[in-house]
């Protein structure tokens, strides 16, 4: 009988501490995994590819501004008369200056931060 009662105390003392150990190996997991990801959403790719993100959502409000200002006019050309007509054209090329212009801008402010990541991205990291 007391054989069967330390076999058993074995048997329990077994179980928990493989709780233990399983418990620890848990956290121990979830820091490597919370300091992987500290440091890859610091990282120079990320950080390019978020900027990407927004200079793509950028341009493509611009083309659907360009889309928008030639679809408005060309569906409500047969109903005007000369003077409108002509007073839609000129407001349409104002509106596609505006918008060929933005573009400009934004292109050339791309470039601009392009090569300053260019520049971050071949500089080691100070320590």
Not at 5 to 27: D, E, G, Q, S
Not at 83 to 105: D, L, T
């Amino acid at each position: 009988m007391p054989y069967v009662i330390l076999a058993l105390c074995a048997v329990v003392c077994t179980f928990f501490l493989a709780r233990l150990l399983v418990a620890k190996t848990c956290l121990v997991e979830k820091a490597i995994e919370d300091t992987i990801a500290r440091k890859l959403s610091a990282a120079a790719p990320k950080v390019e590819l978020e900027r990407l993100r927004e200079e793509n959502g950028v341009m493509r409000n611009l083309l659907i501004d360009m889309v928008e200002n030639e679809g408005a006019s060309s569906s409500a050309k047969s109903q005007m008369s000369a003077a409108e007509s002509k007073q839609a054209m000129n407001a349409r090329m104002q509106r596609r200056r505006e918008i060929f212009g933005e573009a400009v801008y934004l292109l050339r402010q791309t470039e601009k931060s392009r090569t300053g990541v260019r520049i971050a991205i071949t500089q080691p990291p100070e320590s």
